[in-house]
């Protein structure tokens, strides 16, 4: 059975980080480029960052540029989000998606990928 798992959301202060992960049960990651998503209560789901099946290639959505960190162990099957100086604009469900084509130019898109995790929560308060 094909699986993405989201894990490491929670409750932050704003300043925090949070590490997320992806990982995935009943294919190869490494075959595949990996895209993080977001959706905030309302609002449409938001591309976050992906990575292409090397890891060599990354792409960031203007919004989090400079405070998220995106990186694959294909070995361990596993994408890490790392967020730093959080806020609350970035409250919101995350999840992981695959794809099976890396295209940098719509890596942010949702429609490229094929397959999603069930999201992890993330709410920045104080």
């Known amino acids: 059975q094909l699986e993405l798992v989201e894990s490491g959301g929670g409750l932050v202060q704003p300043g925090g980080s949070l590490t997320l992960s992806c990982a995935d049960s009943?294919?190869?990651?490494?075959?595949?480029?990996i895209g993080w998503f977001r959706q905030a209560p309302g609002k449409e789901r938001e591309g976050v960052s992906c990575?292409?099946?090397?890891?060599?290639?990354?792409h960031y959505a203007n919004s989090v540029k400079g405070r998220v960190t995106i990186s694959r162990n294909n070995a361990k099957d596993t994408v890490f989000l790392q967020m730093n100086s959080l806020q609350p604009e970035d409250t919101a469900v995350y999840y992981c998606a695959v794809a099976p084509y890396w295209q940098p130019d719509l890596c942010v898109m949702s429609a490229v990928y094929d397959f999603w995790g069930q999201g992890t929560q993330v709410t920045v308060s104080s």
């Open positions: 990575i292409s099946k090397s890891g060599g290639t990354t």
């Open positions: 009943g294919f190869t990651l490494d075959d595949y480029a």
